[in-house]
């Protein structure tokens, strides 16, 4: 252990980390499943995920009135007392410890957020369990760099190797698993990295089928044949919509948040009832409409098999939307990928009805556009085109129909990376001021310090003392413990060739000067940074 944690692992090593890995976030993504069942059997006297909406119905109403509610005050409870913000972990974290942590993500707060989400998912809450399984799957791989001392891209390869683990055990799709940490943590799709990934994912999926056997997770009727060329314009609408559809619950989500925050402000709120307010208005929503409960997954089969007639599919989806910014906007647990499949399923299949009602002869089933709309839903949201696609795929066991769900895919991302910072968690992050979305040359800024650039006053060739107070004098300085994020456009704005690096006082304290930045040693540092950045996407 001591030479793995000096030298790093070898490559067969590595192999072998990243299926052990695999095999971990694989049990942990099932017992996951499992707390999720069990807590919902304790809570509503039925353990099936896929059932609940029916069996809540059933219950007395004041009972599903108090289950969320229960729910929530236990949820912000946890986040009070293990998180610093009372904010859950999700896949957004994950993408932010890969590009600015070294692969590396919160551990204890981590921890918490799964819980949190146990709890959210098992009191009624209205989201999805991927994302918090994708974080937990990162503490496990932090956790294992840690021990080994990774560097950055070994670091990072193990998470996107636990990523890939957590989802290809979730769904039991074990290439979608693959190319989704590869897309959507890692962002790029370096060689030096599929093996493992593909490696863990493979591991996720044995462990996943150990349990619940090779079956698809969604059943599709028979007859879901496109009429080719014809029907090809409706699909490309279809993503048009979907697009709209994806950025409306992203856009919710936000809002909900927003006003969360400020009633909380303005009212003084303990943040640890926020998730019981949100728990008492879903608990509200849920006695007249329980499909929002849960997860999602029966109204979702539902739709895929065409079960519902337009009006119900309309509603339903609507609900959705606004059941997900409730749970997600009072800072409940859980993540967006399911809402996002069971919105999308509906979406598509509203379309479909009126698509086949007004053109019968030159179409197939409304259900082929619900497997479309919910890959096309999925998409947009995730920001994920190509994983997304095959993760459809995979869930439903239905390789016929790929050119519809492609073409509408396709027009679904395109449209909402235009409306939002390319997806809901490069969004998420944005609106924390952590700037992904625009590559590498924009985030890598944040990753240097001042202080690690910057020329002391013992340096070889450091700026002039007198000069470095005269340009204090005149207001042109640094803090040390800012980034080159914040130095860069100072440069841009003074022409300077340095600036000062000062530690301000108290109000009887003069300023402490520790040094100088030089814009050259910043440009090269940026430029160093670039060029490992290229290397490891390209190697």
């Not at 509503?44 to 109403?61: F, S």
């Not at 006003?259 to 007249?288: C, D, N, S």
């Not at 509408?408 to 944005?430: I, M």
């Not at 000062?502 to 030089?518: I, K, R």
Request: net charge negative; glycine share 12%; aromatic share 8%.
């Amino acid at each position: 252990m001591q030479l793995l944690r000096r030298q790093g692992p070898s490559q067969i090593q590595f192999w072998f980390i990243a299926l052990a890995i695999g095999i971990a976030a694989g049990f942990v993504t099932v017992g996951f499943r499992f707390a999720i069942g069990g807590l919902q059997g304790v809570l509503y006297g039925h353990d099936d995920l896929k059932g609940i909406q029916a069996h809540a119905a059933e219950l007395p109403w004041y009972w599903v009135v108090l289950v969320p509610i229960l729910g929530g005050l236990i949820v912000g409870q946890i986040l009070h007392r293990f998180t610093p913000d009372a904010r859950v972990r999700s896949v957004a974290d994950v993408i932010e410890g890969s590009a600015l942590k070294e692969g590396r993500v919160e551990i204890k707060e981590g921890m918490a957020s799964a819980l949190a989400s146990i709890v959210t998912l098992g009191s009624g809450g209205s989201t999805g369990r991927e994302g918090p399984v994708v974080h937990l799957a990162g503490v496990i791989a932090s956790w294992v760099s840690s021990r080994i001392n990774a560097d950055g891209i070994t670091g990072r390869d193990l998470l996107g190797c636990a990523v890939a683990a957590a989802v290809s055990a979730s769904f039991n799709a074990p290439i979608a698993g693959a190319l989704f940490a590869l897309e959507v943590v890692l962002r790029h799709f370096a060689v030096h990295a599929f093996a493992p990934i593909v490696i863990a994912s493979v591991a996720g999926t044995v462990i996943n089928r150990q349990f619940f056997g090779d079956v698809s997770e969604f059943a599709l009727p028979m007859g879901t044949s496109l009429d080719f060329y014809v029907e090809l314009p409706a699909f490309l609408m279809l993503g048009l919509v979907s697009g709209l559809v994806g950025f409306a619950l992203m856009k919710t989500i936000f809002w909900a948040d927003d006003l969360g925050t400020a009633v909380q402000a303005k009212t003084g709120l303990p943040r640890y009832l926020r998730p019981a307010i949100a728990g008492a208005m879903l608990g509200g929503l849920a006695v007249f409409f329980p499909h929002i409960i849960g997860v999602g997954y029966e109204t979702t089969s539902a739709a895929l098999s065409g079960e519902l007639i337009w009006r119900e599919a309309f509603i339903f989806a609507a609900l959705k939307i606004i059941a997900v910014a409730i749970t997600m906007g009072g800072r409940m647990g859980g993540g967006v990928f399911s809402p996002a499949l069971m919105l999308g399923a509906l979406t598509g299949l509203a379309f479909g009805l009126i698509a086949t009602a007004l053109f019968p002869d030159q179409s197939g089933g409304a259900t082929l556009y619900a497997l479309a709309g919910m890959g096309a839903v999925a998409a947009a949201v995730l920001g994920a085109p190509i994983s997304t696609t095959l993760i459809v795929f995979e869930l439903t066991g239905d390789w016929q129909t790929g050119l519809a769900v492609m073409v509408s895919v396709s027009l679904s991302t395109a449209l909402a990376s235009r409306l939002v910072d390319k997806s809901f968690f490069l969004t998420q992050l944005e609106r924390r001021n952590i700037h992904l979305a625009a590559g590498p040359q924009a985030y890598l800024l944040a990753t240097f310090t001042v202080a690690e650039i910057m020329r002391d006053k013992d340096h070889s060739r450091p700026a002039n003392e007198d000069t470095c107070w005269e340009l204090v004098q005149d207001g042109l300085y640094i803090d040390g413990n800012a980034t080159l994020e914040q130095a860069m456009p100072v440069f841009e704005a003074s022409n300077a060739q340095f600036i000062p690096v000062v530690t301000l006082g108290g109000e009887d304290s003069p300023p402490e000067l520790w040094g100088a930045l030089f814009q050259v040693d910043a440009l090269k540092a940026m430029n160093r940074a670039l060029a490992a950045t290229a290397a490891e996407e390209h190697s």
